[in-house]
């Protein structure tokens, strides 16, 4: 039983990741771009002052790509090659499914993440402490944003919908709120609305541990606690309504 | 109840923005749940919705089903251990291989990597595609793709496949060859299949289902379904004649001739009656296609003339 589950979580990762890779290598170049060309824009204009910002911003940001990829990637092969349809009347459950459907796009991110983590050696050096907070908040922000993306793919029939759906909460959740940047910047009024997105306490938590932004404790551990119950959250709605057979 | 047989008690479906338009409606049937069960039906008349329900994809409206005694809702999980299907829009993956098509399938089926990499050589070989299987599958033609998935759903194994028109896009000499193959798998699986190609069911189906407007309109061998007809008897004239008074009904057929349905008493009786003219013609039990036209039409056989 545990080999199969093995088995099937690596089909995923062979069809969506090791396959594809092989053949349109340019998509990892993208994955690696798209997480740094924020960081740069940040780094330049703040004259370097933000680089380690930025950095934990990229972190941040490949993480929550990963379930916006995992959306688009699940919607294409549901819609246009109905492999899904296949996969549902097999003996792999959902679960087994997105387990390596995600673990594929986090092979995607391998590249982005070497580049990030030299960058971080570089100008944040953080103690090992630091770099567990770092890794704990980005495990979660993987979590969140590939329930978000499965909830959502189960959803789209149409793929121009879906498309349009993923932009936008990429967008929302990750253009938009103050990942690359402290959230201080934000003059006030706004501010509230920063902290309307997961991705903000995850900004958060990660300057504060490494000491570009001063929190008081207990605000930190509030950060902490929003940023659990979301991905607990968006767990279980993606566990309880996540449509793997169509209505 | 329902151990070794396929039953739909009820079976409706309305698709959700559809206007309460029943995609099935009401589908009542039992037939047993071994060799090939086929099913036949003009565009939309919901051949894909039943298969998709029966494959658990899509949940019924109300009413149900149960294959070999799992109810395709509450006992999905168990059921979905022994099917397979191929939908009928799948697509072969074009960045991949025929070979990493159907050894990541067999993966997702439980099978072992080492497993599945011997049963896709075998399935491959088995429609033709040896030579290919190592090509990606967007440099393969369209029939070529389509074997691709029939090898992947084959190789499975499973105990009930669901096949939604497989022979679509196949050249005669592949799509029997398929038919073979098929044939062979029937005997100790059950297929459901799905054709527009009447010759396909007539060869291959052990029961033959006719679906019309959502519903089952007749489920039989073709014996069977023959013996709902009024006429089990075709006789085709190349020409058309002035022909004597018989019970039956005569229809010009496309190219000039006529096609009369009769019983047998006048075919034989009528048979004689053109011979003894010098009349070319040539006598048949009804075709699946005469039946298809009784089912689905109605008006061949009742009105006609
Ligand atoms: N996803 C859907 N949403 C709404 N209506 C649908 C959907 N799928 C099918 N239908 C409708 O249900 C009816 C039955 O469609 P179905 O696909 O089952 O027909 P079919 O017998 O497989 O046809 P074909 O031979 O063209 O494949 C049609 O009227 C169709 O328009
Ligand atoms: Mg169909």
Redesign the interface.
């Known amino acids: 039983m545990k ?2 589950f093995f ?2 979580v ?3 990762v ?2 969506d990741a090791l ?2 890779m092989r ?2 290598p340019v998509v990892l170049v993208n994955t690696v771009l798209s997480p740094l060309s924020f960081l740069l824009v940040i780094a330049f204009v703040s004259r370097g002052g933000l680089i380690g910002d930025a950095i934990e911003g990229g972190f941040i940001m490949s993480m929550f790509s990963s379930g916006m990829s995992l959306q688009s990637d699940l919607s294409h ?1 549901k819609n ?4 899904q ?9 959902p679960f087994t ?1 997105v387990t390596g459907m995600a673990l594929a796009e986090l092979v995607y991110s391998i590249p982005a993440l070497a580049v990030l983590t030299v960058l971080a050696w570089i100008f944040i050096h953080p103690t090992a402490g630091e770099a567990l907070v770092l890794v704990g908040v980005m495990l979660l922000m993987f979590l969140t944003s590939i329930a978000i993306g499965f909830t959502l793919a189960t959803f789209s029939s149409d793929i121009v919908q879906s498309f349009a759906f993923s932009r936008l909460i990429s967008t929302l959740f990750s253009t938009l709120p103050p990942v690359y940047y402290p959230v201080t910047y934000i003059p006030l009024p706004f501010r509230y609305a920063a902290y309307l997105s997961p991705t903000t306490y995850a900004a958060v938590i990660a300057q504060s541990a490494t000491g570009f932004l001063s929190q008081a404790g207990v605000s930190i551990v509030l950060d902490w606690t929003v940023m659990v119950a979301v991905t607990v959250v968006l767990s279980l709605i993606a566990v309880k309504k996540a449509r793997w ?3 | 109840m329902g151990k070794g047989e396929l039953v739909c008690s009820g079976l409706t479906k309305i698709y ?1 923005n559809s206007n309460g338009r029943k995609a099935l409606d009401s589908i009542e049937l039992a037939v047993p749940a071994r060799g090939i069960l086929s099913l036949i039906g003009m565009n939309g008349a919901g051949k894909t919705t039943l298969v ?1 329900i029966l ?5 019924p409206t109300s009413g149900g089903a149960t294959l070999d005694g799992d109810d395709v809702v509450k006992d ?2 168990r059921l ?2 022994r ?5 009928q ?5 074009p ?2 291989t025929p070979r ?1 098509t159907v ?3 067999l ?7 080492g497993e ?1 990499k011997k049963r896709a050589a075998e399935a491959l070989a088995r429609v033709g595609l040896e030579q290919q299987s190592n090509v ?1 599958n967007r440099r393969l033609s369209g029939g070529m793709k389509r074997k691709v998935l029939v090898a ?2 084959l190789a ?1 194994d499973a105990d009930v496949s ?1 096949l939604d028109e497989p022979t679509t896009g196949l050249d005669p000499v592949s799509r029997r060859e398929l038919w073979r193959f098929l044939d062979e798998i029937a005997r100790d699986h059950f297929l459901i299949l799905t054709t527009h190609y009447l010759e396909e069911a007539e060869q291959l189906a052990n029961v033959i289902g006719v679906m019309d407007k959502g519903k089952v309109v007749g489920i039989g061998t073709l014996e069977q379904l023959r013996g709902s007809l009024k006429y089990q008897y075709s006789i085709r004239l190349p020409v058309a004649v002035q022909l004597p008074q018989f019970e039956g009904v005569a229809t010009p057929g496309r190219d000039g001739g006529v096609q009369i349905l009769t019983n047998e008493g006048e075919a034989y009786r009528l048979s004689q009656a053109f011979l003894s003219a010098g009349t070319k013609f040539s006598v048949n039990r009804v075709s699946l296609d005469d039946v298809f036209f009784h089912f689905v039409h109605a008006e061949i056989g009742e009105h006609g003339q």
């Open positions: 080999s199969r088995g099937q690596f089909a995923a062979l069809v396959y594809e053949n349109y092969l246009d090659f109905k492999l349809d296949m996969v549902v009347a097999s003996p792999t459950s499914y057979r169509e209505v | 959700d998709r494959a658990t994809q899509l949940a999905a999980k979905r251990k099917i397979a299907v191929i939908p829009e799948a697509r072969a993956i960045w991949m990493q050894l990541t399938y993966m997702w089926r439980g099978y072992t990597y599945s990606m992947t759903v499975a669901f």
